[in-house]
């Protein structure tokens, strides 16, 4: 059986930093490609960032490029998301994701998700 279980999340003012973590089991993780997802309040779930399967490519959505950092250990069978910079508007539940398929290069969309964590809460205050 698949876990995905995410933590690091919580309270941070406005400019400063979280490392998220998520850790998998049930999978050859390195034979995964990863990603991270995010849903605000009435709003839909967004990709933030994603990686390959052997941590060399990674991408971001547009807000978050520059102030967020996607990386994994594939020994520690664990996924990372530095948080830098942050804002009011990065408020919102965070999700580790690994892709269903396991030689897939990247993760696009969430269609593209196999196994999704429970999340943890990211809360940014102004």
């Known amino acids: 059986q698949v876990q995905v279980v995410e933590s690091g999340g919580g309270l941070v003012q406005a400019g400063g930093s979280l490392r998220l973590s998520c850790t998998v089991s049930?999978?050859?993780?390195?034979?995964?490609?990863m990603g991270w997802f995010r849903q605000a309040p009435g709003k839909e779930r967004e990709g933030v960032s994603c990686i390959t399967r052997n941590g060399d490519t990674s991408y971001y959505t547009d807000s978050v490029k520059g102030r967020f950092t996607i990386s994994r250990d594939n020994a520690k069978n664990t996924l990372y998301l530095q948080m830098n910079s942050l804002k009011p508007e990065d408020t919102a539940m965070y999700y580790c994701?690994?892709?269903?398929?396991?030689?897939?290069?990247?993760?696009?969309?969430?269609?593209?998700?196999?196994?999704w964590g429970q999340g943890t809460q990211v809360t940014v205050s102004s």
């Open positions: 049930g999978l050859t993780f390195g034979g995964y490609a």
């Open positions: 994701a690994a892709h269903r398929d396991s030689w897939r290069f990247r993760i696009f969309d969430a269609s593209d998700v196999g196994y």
